[in-house]
Structures are given as structure tokens and as C-alpha cells.
């Protein structure tokens, strides 16, 4: 059965920073997909917000540029966001999603690309 499986999100204070990470579970390997994070407020559409390719191009949305990193550690099927200066419009759940293909750089915080998510993890951000 494969899967993918975010790390416990948290609440933190504004200014501060996550990790999140998630694990691929049940592929052959993911060193050739393409690896997104999403999120979604309530209330809100899915927002894509990082993707990294299996070629390391990554893209950031402009509403996390400058403060999020996204990166993959392929030896351990893993792909990690890093938050830095949260702000509590970046309170939502996040999930994170897979594609076993590389997918074109303009379409890669697309959801309609991906096809494995994540159950999602919750991060709140409090002023």
C-alpha cells in the first residue's frame, strides 16, 4: 500500500519557525517524482505552496517566497518544508503530494498534477 505521511504540524507564535516533513511509504522509490506541499485555510481553496521536481527545480508561492524552503532527501523517500517567520495567515492544514513523473515547472503547485496525498497535518500560527 503506498502512502505518504506528514509529520505532526504544531501551533506556534508568529515569527516562529516548523519543520514539516513527509514520508513516502510503499514506492519503489521516489527519486523520480515530483514532490508538493499544499495547503488549505477554511474556508479556502487548496493553495500549493512548494513542489520540488526530481531534478531539484523547486518553485515557492509568492505568499511563502522568502521565508519557506522546500527540499527532498531521496535516500529516505522523504520531502521537507521549512518555515521560517510564520504568520498567522499561514495557519491551515498542510498536506503534501506526489507525482511519479516530473511535471511542467508552470503547472507544479497545480493539485490537478498530483496524484498520492498525504492525510494532512495541522499548523496554527497565533498573533
Known amino acids: 500500500q503506498v502512502k505518504l505521511v506528514e509529520s505532526e504540524g504544531a501551533s506556534v507564535q508568529t515569527g516562529g519557525s516548523l519543520t514539516l516533513s513527509c514520508a513516502a511509504f510503499?514506492?519503489?522509490?521516489?527519486?523520480?517524482?515530483?514532490l508538493a506541499w499544499f495547503r488549505q485555510a477554511p474556508g479556502k481553496e487548496r493553495e500549493g505552496i512548494a513542489a520540488?521536481?526530481?531534478?531539484?527545480?523547486?518553485v515557492l508561492a509568492d505568499s511563502v517566497k522568502g521565508r519557506f524552503t522546500v527540499s527532498r532527501d531521496d535516500a529516505k523517500d522523504t520531502l521537507i518544508l521549512q518555515a521560517n517567520s510564520l504568520k498567522p495567515e499561514d495557519t491551515a492544514m498542510y498536506y503534501c503530494?506526489?507525482?511519479?513523473?516530473?511535471?511542467?515547472?508552470?503547472?507544479?503547485?497545480?493539485?490537478?498534477?498530483?496524484?498520492?496525498w498525504g492525510q494532512g497535518t495541522q499548523v496554527s500560527v497565533s498573533s
Open positions: 520540488v521536481d526530481s531534478i531539484g527545480r523547486t
Open positions: 510503499g514506492f519503489t522509490s521516489t527519486t523520480r517524482f515530483t
Open positions: 503530494a506526489a507525482n511519479a513523473r516530473n511535471i511542467a515547472y508552470w503547472l507544479m503547485l497545480s493539485s490537478n498534477e498530483y496524484v498520492y
